[in-house]
């Protein structure tokens, strides 16, 4: 808790560039965000090498083998089912793994489109202000007062399901979202004393957005597409979940929930386990992503830094 | 204040003009409702003659002028095949069932399941955010942001399947789905409150924590008061403004999660409706779904924003 | 801690004795106040002087007993309100003291103010608390206390909101609430600061208005030498969370003793308020969290020598119930 007090003689301490391993001590002093990186980056390199790290073929049946629990002995390989089989004998540790590659690629491309649509938009709409602005925001405005999801239902139901029609929708309904971001930093930046004296001094505009500009929106931009990523993989999980997404042969983590629905009550991991990569993955996102704001804020960082 | 009003009511109809272009742009132009009724194997003649019986072979202008017009009267066409078995190829787009009355009908019951969770969300977010305002950086603070990330990252339909494994298949206290008596409200409500809840106490606990540290929170402490009346009294309804202007938004969001809730628990409401609209290509059907929906996102935020200027003294007379 | 014989408190409303307030910051700590000690006489104004950042503020805040902890930690050997150990009181008992036996109003009246709260509401809300009268009774009593502080047609104002004042009459609506139990003590914390210079005149008048017709003692924490001398019996001086000089404010004024004291002298215009030579005091306060172990001073004391440094020179008596903490303090005169 802060005082009334004014602050004018506080030192603000260890403020102004910390370097990359203040950073890493930071992380390592707050246990809670280092298991989400390392669960993070455990993720990335299973999903990456799919192939290497799954114990089993994911699209090997087996009749003999259908709604195995947890820890079954595997028949043929003689590898165990470390997380059971599906409704068609399929491991689902296998699944799971390449599902996830699915479902952290949506979230990773669509948020990627989003990001460079919105931020693109966002910076022009803010530097040139005006009419640009005008129509820019208005869109935004329109965008944000209806559901997201309705909007990415309907427009999948017109386009059509798959993988890249979803990244696209999804990034569609949420390139507001940085728009937003871009532009309210922009219009704070641009009245910046060095920001004016680059265009005293007869600065091309291109060469003020992103020498000026741009690197100093960066970091916010960083934690909200962390946080984007998280929020187009559960957007993924529901579209897929109710049909609109992923569509088989292709699986996802949302698809693996739908299709384990009708085993809920016999086999519950085919339910309870996708969800859960989901739930851990988007925690982990939205930890790093707090953790991140926290560490890049400039009122709040000494905190962490110190 | 009545300037602002009409302003503001006025905005509301320009966005929900551009919905209902949109739909119909996207309904009309990118895909054919012809196909989409009828399925991508459909037979050529069948297409043609369908197009004919829906109007679709007018000019576009005419198409959209007529698809505005009934929107205006609440008529949205007639469903292609909600209610029937099989769809009628001969009959379908010029008779049946008008599609808004049963798009209404569902209305009250995702009301009800949303204000429910809305009401469930913010009281427990308020508990939370205040805790965790009132011991900032405490292991209770820490705690609580743990706990509200875990909310936000929740996918709540999955949270639907697994409060249905415990509460209603393992305990037995609660039907697995449905609609009937408070029942079968709550696993779905309960379901639908926990991302709010996420949210919402991250918000009050930095509205919370901003108003605790301004120059007149240490006037009041001044003059004696005891903390829970500083905290409760002043702190919190101040804190409520930017709270407040954020229920919108949350309740949009429930409305959205609604959606896929819905279908977990098989309540009857819109987000049920939609979805099956959608699998069974029900064109006007989805349409008028969308539009109600837009509507109340729409409506929603109006009100928001007139409750808004209520709560500030400082917006009401400035 | 060991305890003062009580007989001492004759005629002394307020005692605080060697009173340290430090806050932990990641910049490491600041020690804002370091040992500060002061009386209080029933009735008479004593102002407490010093630049910004000297550890005004967080002095009277130690004193209401509302320092926000963490992240201030403090200590006192004395602090007492009459017969009142204000070091034991429980919260309960501290809380029925805030607001009734001893007020405090702040630098910027706007911000003090809730802004979402009728002026007659935060008014009345110190009866309802202290007395628990019924809402119309402190609506009427409100009213009265507004029209005691003079401001014009206080029954037809008295449902406004603060951010339909104007500064002087918000800080007017401050010390309405100030006075509403009618206090021993009021703490005005750079009361007319934020003010312009006409207002500030007559937030001062209303102020001595209410200690004629009260008696009650007033601590004016100011960085206006020239507010201080006008309106002050006593003053204490204070320099880097420091108390550097005591006394009758007249003679401090009439001659400083403490180098500080005499640079803040010679830094106010002349008399006739031309701005003709000022001398404002060169360099700036030590950083609180690296307080030399001698004198504060020493980098901007003219008169410093080698011993300054080293030693913290203690608070001595100079002349009559003038007392000053500095090693030449008898040996200086204002040049
Ligand atoms: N909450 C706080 N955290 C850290 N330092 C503080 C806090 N409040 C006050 N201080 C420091 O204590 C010192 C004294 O402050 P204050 O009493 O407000 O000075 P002033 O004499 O201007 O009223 C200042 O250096 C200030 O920076
Ligand atoms: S003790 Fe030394 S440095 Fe301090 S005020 Fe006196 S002369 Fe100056
Ligand atoms: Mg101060």
Redesign the interface.
Known sequence: MMTAIDHTTTDDGAGQSPGLWRYLRALARDPVTLLAVVFLIVLAISALGAELVAPHDPTRLSLAMRNKPPLSPGLLEGVTHYLGTDELGRDLLSRLIFGGRVSIAVGLIGALFAGVFGTTLGLIAGYYRGRTDDAVMRAVDAMAALPTLLIALFFLFVVGAGFWNLVIVLAFVRWRVFARLTRGMVLSLREQPYVLAAKAIGASDTRIIFRHVLPNILSPLMVLFTLEVAVLILAEAALSFLGFGIQPPDSSWGLMIARGREYLTSAWWLVTLPGLAIFLTTLGLNLVAAWARAITDPVQRWRWLA | MSRFFIRRVWHSFVVLFVVLTFVFIAGRMIGDPAILLLGPEASPADILRVRGQMGLEAPLWDQYVRFMMGAVQGDFGTTFRYGFAVPDVATAGSTGTPVLPLVLERLPATYLLAVTAMAIAGSIALVLGCLAAMYPRSVLDRAINVISLAGVSTVDFWLGFMLILLFSVQLGWFPTSGFGGISFLVLPAMTLAVRPIGRVSQLVRSAMLDELSKPYIDALRAKGFPERRIVFRHALKNASIPVATMVGEELLQIVQGAIVVEVVFAWPGVGSLLVTALSTRDLPLVEATVFILALTAITINLIVDLVYTRLDPRVRFG | MTREPQAQGEGRVLEVADLWVEFA????T?YAVNGVGFDLRRGETLAILGE??CGK??TA?AV?G???A???RFRARTMRLGEVDLLRASPAE???????RI??I?Q?PF???????TVGQQIG??FR??RGVSQAEARRLAIGLMERVRIPSAKRRVDD?P??FSGGMSQRI?VA??IALGPEILLADEPTTALDVTVQAQIMDILAELRRESGMAVVLITHDLRLAAETAERAAVMYAGRIVETGPMADIYARPRHPYTIGLLRSLPDDEGQRRRLHPIAGT?P???QLPAGCAFVPRCQWAQARCSRELPPMRPVAGEQACACHFASELTLA
């Open positions: 910051t990641p910049g490491g600041v910004s950042g503020s967080v805040l209401m509302i320092l926000r963490p992240p201030a501290m809380r029925s003291i805030r607001g009734a007020a405090m702040f910027d911000m003090s103010l809730n802004p979402t709260k809300e110190v608390v202290h909101y951010h339909q401050m609430s100030a306060p950083v609180l969290s």
